[in-house]
């Protein structure tokens, strides 16, 4: 199984900007889709983006398109997620994950999980 350890979350104002990590080890060459979901008190988890393992395809929810850019250095098993005009809405647990799958969107795609970070933004 692959290990997932996830970096970066704190507290930011509205419209600032933020930058996750995601460093992975274990069985990486098993998992070709590297994804961010988020989860807020009381609600689902949500998608928010994901990539292929070449880099070449990325796939991001309606609510972050244009604010947030998923990126992955595959030399460093990481993958990253730059948060830019952050809003109190974006406030969640926000967890990196790998699928074996191309590229995937829903949880149940995806097979190991990180312990998530937490981002709240303020108004």
């Known amino acids: 199984q692959v290990q997932l350890v996830e970096s970066g979350g704190g507290l930011v104002q509205a419209g600032g900007s933020l930058r996750l990590s995601c460093a992975a080890s274990?069985?990486?060459?098993?998992?070709?889709?590297m994804g961010w979901f988020r989860q807020a008190p009381g609600k689902e988890r949500e998608f928010v983006a994901a990539?292929?393992?070449?880099?070449?395809?990325?796939r991001y929810a309606d609510s972050v398109k244009g604010r947030f850019t998923i990126s992955r250095d595959n030399a460093k098993n990481t993958v990253f997620l730059q948060m830019n005009s952050l809003k109190p809405e974006d406030t969640a647990v926000y967890y990196c994950?790998?699928?074996?799958?191309?590229?995937?969107?829903?949880?149940?795609?995806?097979?190991?999980w990180g312990q998530g970070t937490q981002v709240t933004v303020s108004s």
């Open positions: 274990g069985r990486t060459f098993s998992n070709y889709c």
């Open positions: 990539i292929t393992w070449s880099g070449g395809s990325t």
């Open positions: 994950a790998t699928s074996q799958l191309v590229i995937a969107d829903f949880p149940s795609a995806f097979s190991s």
